[in-house]
T-cell receptor
Framework: AAGVIQSPRHLIKEKRETATLKCYPI?????VYWYQQGPGQDPQFLIS???????DKGSIPDRFSAQQFSDYHSELNMSSLELGDSALYFC????????????FGPGTRLTVT | AQKVTQAQTEISVVEKEDVTLDCVYE???????LFWYKQPPSGELVFLIR??????QNEISGRYSWNFQKSTSSFNFTITASQVVDSAVYFC????????????FGQGTRLTINP
């Protein structure tokens, strides 16, 4: 069965650079979530989209933005990167009317130097 | 607000011992969902179980079992006859039934199984 795809898997950027993380949800899933997991921490919710509209927002910095496109893939754009942005970024998808299980992608490990 | 607490930061046991990971949650939702995820050193989040708030039946899957007690707001996870491959960080998580249903995670328990 198809899973959630995230690209790239690893990304190294310098301070003040920009980064774009991509997420391709499971086919027919209508909801996408982004989570950030810092070293030694639990995943923290950033933002979610349902049917291409933002549905909820967590502790996402103003330097970050995200959107969901017509083909349901989502992109997380991160600008003016800081050392503290180094983390594992997970994307998850679900079907809103389904079993409430979020299917996680493998994550993108972002390192800011 | 929703909150999940995993009081055990780290647990270390010898292989073949049984081990229980505790999870306590807080929510005002009458309908909610509880989850356990495993995160091995490779970093991916592996789904283990989902439990609905209206289904208090305990569940057993091989060496894994889960004890959901609504009266004490707990959803504990037991590994029987632990194996070295069980070594990982385990997260308990909670989502509500309204809106975007984002997951709120506990702090995680790092489980080390020693040979």
């Amino acid at each position: 069965a198809a899973g959630v795809i995230q690209s790239p898997r690893h990304l190294i950027k310098e301070k003040r650079e920009t980064a774009t993380l991509k997420c391709y949800p499971i086919p027919r899933h209508d909801t996408v979530y982004w989570y950030q997991q810092g070293p030694g921490q639990d995943p923290q919710f950033l933002i979610s989209f349902y049917e291409k509209m933002q549905s909820d927002k967590g502790s996402i910095p103003d330097r970050f933005s995200a959107q969901q496109f017509s083909d349901y893939h989502s992109e997380l754009n991160m600008s003016s990167l800081e050392l503290g942005d180094s983390a594992l970024y997970f994307c998850a998808s679900t079907l809103r009317t389904g079993n409430h299980e979020q299917y996680f992608g493998p994550g993108t490990r972002l390192t800011v130097t | 607000a929703q909150k999940v607490t995993q009081a055990q930061t780290e647990i270390s046991v010898v292989e073949k011992e049984d081990v229980t990971l505790d999870c306590v949650y807080e929510t005002r939702d009458t309908t909610y969902y509880l989850f356990w995820y495993k995160q091995p050193p490779s970093g991916e989040l592996v789904f283990l179980i989902r439990r609905n708030s209206f289904d208090e039946q305990n569940e057993i899957s091989g060496r894994y079992s889960w004890n959901f007690q609504k009266s004490t707001s707990s959803f504990n996870f037991t590994i029987t006859a632990s194996q070295v491959v069980d070594s990982a960080v385990y997260f308990c998580a909670l989502s509500g039934n309204q809106g975007a249903q984002k997951l709120v995670f506990g702090q995680g328990t790092r489980l080390t199984i020693n040979p």
